[in-house]
């Protein structure tokens, strides 16, 4: 079983649909708890970062965590085509160092 | 834009070569991480760089190994290579948070993609 857990997808939507990915995980020492974005063809960048449970908000994306779950879930609110790409979930015990990633779910946002 | 430079982009190997991958990183990032994005999977930690020492490593065997230079560049090579090492190399740079290695944001490079035949 894979420390980490996430749906590969695809995942398709009309344009201005919530979206929500989701990850699950299997080690209770992870802390931080992080999602990218993947464009083809071009490294992760880093979209939201969350330490231990809780949410948190940035614009259109929602971050959540329920450590007592091992559940983690990221919402973009009125999704857009340029959001189409993959979303990979990441966690560590360390901060940014030896991150953990989940597989991946691709989104196609279609206008 | 990263500030993050991987060369080459593309490569092709046979398989029992060995290969150098190279990275250069934004000025003032002395904390070099290099992943292995295999297709349809989630990068994975190789290891990690910190001041010219590695500093912590993934399970990777030893024939994967590095070098972190005092201008910001790194070097991933990897001997004997496999048809599983067929991959997307990420390397990622990072300022370290007060104290010491520990990091914070990480910025990726575009990768490296190696196939291996």
């Known amino acids: 079983q894979k420390e980490v857990e996430q749906d590969p997808g695809p995942l398709s939507v009309p344009e201005g649909a919530i979206v929500s990915l989701n990850c699950t995980y299997s080690?209770?020492?992870?802390?931080?708890f992080m999602w990218y974005r993947q464009y083809s063809r071009k490294g992760p960048e880093l979209l939201m970062y969350?330490?231990?449970?809780g949410n948190k908000e940035d614009g259109r994306f929602t971050a959540q965590v329920d450590k007592s779950s091992k559940y983690i879930s990221l919402f973009i609110r009125d999704s857009q085509p340029s959001d189409s790409a993959t979303y990979l979930c990441?966690?560590?015990?360390?901060?940014?160092?030896?991150?953990?990633f989940g597989t991946g779910t691709r989104l196609l946002v279609s206008p | 834009e990263t500030g993050v430079t991987q060369s080459p982009t593309h490569l092709i190997k046979t398989r029992g070569q060995q290969v150098t991958l190279r990275c250069s990183s934004q000025?003032?990032?002395?904390?070099v991480s290099w992943y292995q994005q295999a297709l349809g999977q989630g990068p994975q930690f190789i290891f990690q760089?910190?001041?010219?020492?590695?500093?912590g490593r993934g399970n990777f065997p030893p024939r994967f190994s590095g070098l972190q230079f005092p201008n910001y560049s790194s070097e991933l090579n990897v001997n004997a290579l496999e048809l599983d090492d067929s991959a997307l190399y990420l390397c990622?740079?990072?300022?370290?948070?007060?104290?010491?290695?520990?990091?914070?944001?990480?910025?990726f490079g575009e990768g490296s993609r190696l196939t291996v035949l």
């Open positions: 990622a740079s990072s300022v370290p948070t007060s104290g010491g290695a520990n990091t914070g944001e990480l910025f």
């Open positions: 080690n209770s020492a992870f802390q931080y």
């Open positions: 969350t330490y231990s449970s």
């Open positions: 990441a966690m560590s015990n360390t901060g940014f160092q030896k991150l953990v």
């Open positions: 000025s003032g990032h002395n904390t």
């Open positions: 760089y910190y001041r010219e020492e590695e500093n």
